[in-house]
């Protein structure tokens, strides 16, 4: 029996069906809930149709019931966002009937001795929100709001056609559209990928070989370093509630750091994300300081300071003397090894390495890299805390690069190479644009600085980004990227605000003056190929950290790569996308 049968069961039935609702009421649930006659819940529910997060849309009548019970438009957006709304958000748009704010039980019982209300099923469609005329018009809107079919859209456009059904079809022909929609949708490859990604995330923290180990409480929090990502952390640990404590040896910093912060909260209230009164008390919860004894009391402290290992051994010595027994100690570097830094402390077992991506209040991507000595708590509670965050926490062994940026190095290598070879960056960053992510190799390199890129290059002890270290020159020409208007491209404040990337012809011709002296020839080079080279380039790498163990599972590499990376979650990750269209053919 499938919840098809029951929902099936429910509608002929003769009796009046109350659904009351606690907790998280997803998918099939509230497919369930809405064939019943009245849905109460309690204040605490949450009701949401996320199938279309894993390329699916409600199978089990949802795409069918729910316009006719709160109209087309409404019906759409709820769907097509996904995400779970909570119980009073779900009373106003019309899908509960009650929230009770007594026993949920005792108020379904009262709604069922109503009398039968079957309407929405039955009856000949009433779209609520939208008159009939127009409900042809809010589909072909929908239809132009969602990404196409062949760039992450497929199942979004397939909610669109089972809605169009409910407003144009009888029930029961309207069911039978769902039906083979959905069934489309299973087979389908961006299903599959999200599916597998969807999987690939509740795997993250199950490590073989680890002893079984309790996590630590995290109560309070310490950040080392008020830059870029120390405010970053420090605003990602506020918004879970934790209280934090900033130290930084600079004023400028502390003062520039305050400012990103009243401005992270004022722009969450303009969004409506959050009231003023919650923005302030979370911002209370951090603290600025140049006391170092200010940290003693917390259970993890993240150091962000400069990315030098003499630097970073000086305030972890600084650390052992000062944090409580049991305070795990993290460093968010790049590309230090995790093992030098530990052995500044007397306890090693306590460092782990937690990799934040920028912005780290915000990129939902956390590498956790284990130390020689990491203890099986510090790893529990690493894993337990990046789900406060909210973040997903990936494993990596203490490598270099550990397993995104090593793999982006190789990537931005090829990238470089293919210029070399004649192509202008412009043409291979709109090749992997077109592949569907945000941005390509070349204009990623000059948001992130071109001379961060020239120091990770010597710290990897590479001679260049491809052969011919351009991106050197670039650096030496003061062209360090976005942030000085030029890189591989030009940037101008009157074009999109500085951040859009204007090709410029004197790269092109550095690349090939560049090429010329090292007698590499010019030749035809496809899309295909570019994009093929570069995704060989990553997955390549990929295999070799999973042989080394770096990484622990080709799952986990996808899951850095679409969360960290942007590359498309539609396609799966690098090492999904490889394996079913092998990339290195
Ligand atoms: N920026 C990124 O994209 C990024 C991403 C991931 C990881 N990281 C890593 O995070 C760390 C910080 O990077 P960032 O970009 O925030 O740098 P940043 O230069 O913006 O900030 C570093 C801060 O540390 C402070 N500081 C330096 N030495 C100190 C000391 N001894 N005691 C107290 N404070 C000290 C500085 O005053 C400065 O405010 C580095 O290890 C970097 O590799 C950076």
Redesign the pocket.
């Known amino acids: 029996m499938t919840i098809r049968d029951v929902i099936a069961a429910i509608e002929s039935s003769v009796k009046t069906h109350v659904a009351a609702i606690d907790g998280n009421c997803l998918g099939g649930g509230v497919e369930l809930a809405l064939v019943c006659d009245y849905r109460v819940a309690t204040p605490a529910a949450k009701l949401g149709l996320p199938e279309i997060l894993i390329g699916l849309l409600p199978g089990a009548g949802g795409t069918q019931r729910l316009p006719r019970l709160i109209g087309a438009r409404a019906a759409l957006e709820f769907m097509l966002k996904g995400t779970p709304v909570p119980a009073k958000r779900a009373l106003e748009l019309g899908i509960l009937d009650e929230v009770a704010e007594g026993d949920v039980v005792v108020a379904a019982r009262e709604l069922a001795a109503r009398p039968k209300r079957r309407a929405s099923a039955r009856e000949a469609i009433v779209a609520k929100d939208v008159p009939m005329q127009a409900a042809p018009y809010v589909v072909a809107q929908a239809h132009k709001m969602v990404p196409p079919e062949s760039n992450g859209g497929l199942a979004a456009h397939k909610l669109i056609d089972a809605v169009q059904a409910s407003v144009e079809l009888p029930f029961n022909f309207g069911l039978a559209r769902e039906a083979r929609l959905f069934d489309e949708l299973v087979r389908s490859e961006p299903s599959q990928a999200l599916r597998h990604l969807f999987f690939a995330e509740r795997e993250l923290s199950r490590i073989p070989g680890l002893p079984e180990a309790r996590a630590l409480p995290i109560e309070r929090a310490g950040v080392?370093?008020?830059?870029?990502?120390?405010?970053g952390i420090a605003i990602a640990f506020a918004q879970a509630g934790i209280p934090v404590v900033v130290?930084?040896?600079?004023d400028a910093?502390?003062d520039t750091?305050r400012q990103t912060v009243m401005g992270m909260f004022m722009y969450r209230v303009q969004q409506g994300k959050l009231t003023q009164e919650e923005a302030w008390k979370r911002a209370q919860l951090i603290e600025f300081t140049d006391d170092w004894s200010r940290l003693a009391d917390a259970d993890v402290i993240v150091?962000?300071?400069?990315?030098s290992l003499d630097?970073?051994r000086?305030?972890f010595a600084k650390l052992d003397a000062i944090a409580k027994p049991g305070a795990i100690l993290a460093?968010?570097?790049?590309?230090?090894d995790i093992d030098e830094i530990a052995k500044a402390t007397k306890r090693p077992a306590s460092v782990v390495g937690l990799?934040?991506?920028?912005p780290?209040n915000i990129m939902p991507l956390l590498e956790i890299v284990r130390g020689d000595k990491t203890s099986p708590e510090v790893l529990a509670t690493a894993f337990t805390l990046a789900k406060t965050l909210r973040k997903k926490g990936v494993l990596s062994g203490n490598a270099f690069g550990f397993i995104g940026n090593r793999m982006i190095f190789d990537y931005l290598r090829e990238a470089n190479a293919i210029a070399e070879e004649g192509v202008p960056p412009a043409r291979v960053d709109a090749v992997m644009k077109r592949f569907g992510f945000p941005m390509g190799p070349f204009a990623m390199s000059d948001l992130?600085g071109l001379d961060?890129g020239r120091q990770v290059q010597a710290a990897s002890g590479a001679q260049a980004f491809g052969r011919t270290n351009v991106l050197g020159r670039l650096v030496e020409m003061g062209r360090l990227g976005q942030k000085t208007g030029a890189g591989y491209f030009r940037y101008d404040k009157a074009v999109g605000k500085g951040r859009e990337p204007i090709p410029d012809p004197e790269v092109d011709a550095l690349f090939a003056q560049a090429a010329r002296e090292a007698g590499i020839a010019p030749r035809e080079i496809s899309d295909d190929e570019i994009r093929e080279r570069l995704l060989r380039a990553l997955v390549q790498r990929g295999e070799r950290l999973l042989e080394e163990g770096v990484a622990l599972r080709p799952g986990d590499i996808d899951i850095v790569y679409v969360y960290g990376y942007g590359f498309p979650p539609h396609l799966g990750g690098p090492m999904w996308n490889a394996r079913k269209e092998p990339a290195h053919a």
């Open positions: 080392v370093g008020a830059g870029t990502m120390g405010s130290v930084d040896s600079s910093a502390v750091a150091e962000a300071v400069f990315e630097v970073k000086e305030v460093t968010n570097t790049s590309t230090l990799h934040f991506f920028v780290a992130s961060i």
